[in-house]
């Protein structure tokens, strides 16, 4: 059974598709941009940027039922080679506690300066949105 999640608290799809799936005690989410309430509203550092990026993604997992703390698998998307040692650096304080699985490539964003997407576990499958 699937369950799609739209969460308050982050930017809503830019596109056609769902912010995260849930499908038996698994979220999938979308890819994460850094904006806070519109595509045009962006942190100005990339660091920051990762952490609203993050902070995005943390919204969606908790209106699937899950959390941070339970994410299994990471994809991220940066823009440039030289983003990924301060991308690592805000990660390992967000994720490095028990840091998931992670692929991270550099590829070319539209207007974005990195994208992040992931795979988690539901906390409580009772608890999962209907």
């Keep these: 059974m699937k369950r799609i ?3 308050l ?7 056609p598709y769902s912010q995260a799936v849930v499908s038996g005690n698994l979220v999938f989410t979308a890819g ?14 990339f660091e920051e940027q990762v ?34 040692e301060p991308f690592n650096r805000v990660y390992a304080q967000v994720l490095g506690h028990a840091p998931p699985a992670r ?3 550099c590829v070319s964003l539209w ?3 990195l994208e992040i997407d992931c795979v988690a576990e539901l906390i409580n499958l009772e608890d999962a949105p209907a």
């Design 5 to 7: 999640t739209a969460a």
């Design 9 to 15: 608290g982050a930017i809503g799809p830019v596109g």
């Design 32 to 45: 994460q941009i850094p904006a806070r309430n519109d595509f045009e509203s962006q942190p100005e550092g």
């Design 51 to 84: 952490r609203q990026t993050l902070r995005n993604l943390e919204a969606i997992l908790i209106a699937a039922g899950s959390d941070l703390d339970h994410v299994i698998k990471v994809n991220g998307y940066l823009t440039d080679p030289a983003q990924l």
């Design 103 to 105: 692929t991270t490539v």
């Design 111 to 113: 207007g974005v300066t």
